[in-house]
């Protein structure tokens, strides 16, 4: 049985919309396969982390070896491939499973608390990335950059090994969230008390 509130939107003029919207489509899709995808675990957490780590490790180590006159086919671009892919990859897998983990009351609290540590690791990190910088400016700016890279290839490895060392992820299952399993106890215990 279809509930109403799910009629309501295949039958309106928002959902038409949205499915002949090219643009929200393409912004939208990836998304939503990524999650469907992590949900049916074809990859595990694990290799979409290691993927993400390792992608992490190249887009600054490209940084740290680009000779004097790069090509920017062979290093640039990489780099910014491999930075995209592990932020977004890394991002993706802890909002899937650290929102569904909690309930829907707290999914909110959750992602903000995940844009938080993010975004207080990357302050935290690029102020000792330009401490390294002020502090060797004397060997001139591309080796003072180089000292960087080489700081935030370090950073990267070493988040990869804590990561593999110390977060336990559990296998992404289609478990019934916290909200239906409540929902399912109730009704249980409605069924039972009018039985007897």
């Known amino acids: 049985m279809v509930r109403a509130d799910v009629r309501w939107w295949a039958d309106s003029r928002y959902s038409r919309r949205f499915r002949t919207s090219p643009s929200l489509w393409q912004n939208v899709s990836p ?15 694990y290799s979409l982390l290691l993927i993400s780590g390792t992608a992490f490790i190249l887009s600054v180590l490209l940084f740290a070896i680009l ?11 990489p780099a910014m491939i491999c930075a995209t892919l592990g932020i977004d ?12 983990s909690m309930p829907k009351a707290r999914q909110g609290l959750a992602g903000a608390f995940i ?9 935290f990190f690029l102020g000792f990335a330009d401490l390294a910088v002020t502090q060797t400016a004397d060997r001139g700016q591309r080796a003072s950059y180089k000292v960087a890279f ?18 336990q992820i559990g296998k ?13 106890e109730r009704e249980l215990t409605r069924i039972r008390s009018s039985t007897q």
Do not use: H
């Open 150 to 167: 080489w700081l935030a290839t370090g950073t990267a490895t070493s988040g990869l090994i804590i990561m593999f060392a110390g977060v």
């Open 172 to 184: 992404a299952s289609s478990d019934l969230t916290i909200e239906e399993r409540e929902e399912l």
């Open 67 to 77: 000779p004097t006159n790069p090509n920017y086919w062979a290093y640039i671009f």
């Open 89 to 100: 990859v890394t991002y993706n897998v802890s909002n899937i499973f650290i929102t569904t």
């Open 115 to 123: 844009n938080s540590i993010l975004f207080l690791g990357i302050s």
């Open 31 to 45: 998304c939503i396969t990524f999650r469907r995808n992590c949900k049916q675990s074809k990859l595990t957490c």
